[in-house]
T-cell receptor, first 115, second 111 residues
Framework: GDSVTQMEGPVTLSEEAFLTINCTYT??????LFWYVQYPGEGLQLLLKATKADDKGSNKGFEATYRKETTSFHLEKGSVQVSDSAVYFCALANAGGTSYGKLTFGQGTILTVHP | ETGVTQSPTHLIKTRGQQVTLRCSSQ?????VSWYQQALGQGPQFIFQ???????GRGNFPPRFSGLQFPNYSSELNVNALELDDSALYLC??????????FGPGTRLTVL
């Protein structure tokens, strides 16, 4: 079945540092890929998405490129802020199965940014 | 444009009881999906409703059931609650296969 794997362990950075959160996936067909962000005590917010190979999703300074050859969708930001501290989830949606639009999530990566 | 709303915000139940959670979808959306998020984990897909019919189901037992109404709002019902059902329950709405937008969730605690 479909699966998403995110880099393990929390990430701690200083403000203005460069951020990379790795995400790889296993899926049949041609899934759409997403990054969601969850702030403490809240639901998930869609951060960015890409629907086909080589697409780049971007929002609020965050970027991720859909790499079919490496089955990856790594999240990057050039200069993080304290307000970016949150949990980041990589997810895929595969219309090839019976659950059209079902999201499969990774385990999440906790990001903490210090001033 | 109104976003996805869920009620109640928090709920405490005891084992064996039944619970109903509610979700109002975002304006213009016709599809509702429900997810269970255990503490420290990613959300797990429960089921999805499209045009009032179940449109796919994850690996959850039949005591998890749902409804979608003509206005596209939805309910999640859980019977015979177990301690492991304690989690954040998230509702997401979308227009057919477009990106899903999540509500703030309902925190269910089973004692």
């Amino acid at each position: 079945g479909d699966s998403v794997t995110q880099m393990e362990g929390p990430v701690t950075l200083s403000e203005e540092a460069f951020l990379t959160i790795n995400c790889t996936y296993t899926a049949t067909g041609y899934p759409s890929l997403f990054w969601y962000v969850q702030y403490p005590g809240e639901g998930l917010q869609l951060l960015l998405k890409a629907t086909k190979a080589d697409d780049k999703g971007s929002n609020k300074g965050f970027e991720a490129t859909y790499r079919k050859e490496t089955t990856s969708f790594h999240l990057e930001k050039g200069s993080v802020q304290v307000s970016d501290s949150a949990v980041y989830f990589c997810a895929l949606a595969n219309a090839g199965g019976t659950s059209y639009g079902k999201l499969t999530f990774g385990q999440g990566t906790i990001l903490t940014v210090h001033p | 444009e109104t976003g996805v709303t869920q009620s109640p915000t928090h709920l405490i139940k005891t084992r064996g009881q039944q619970v109903t959670l509610r979700c109002s979808s975002q304006s213009g959306h016709n599809t509702v999906s429900w997810y269970q998020q255990a503490l420290g984990q990613g959300p797990q897909f429960i089921f999805q409703y499209y045009r009032e019919e179940e449109n796919g189901r994850g690996n959850f037992p039949p005591r998890f059931s749902g409804l979608q109404f003509p206005n596209y709002s939805s309910e999640l019902n859980v019977n015979a609650l177990e301690l492991d059902d304690s989690a954040l329950y998230l509702c997401a709405s979308s227009f057919t296969s477009s990106a899903q937008y999540f509500g703030p969730g309902t925190r269910l605690t089973v004692l």
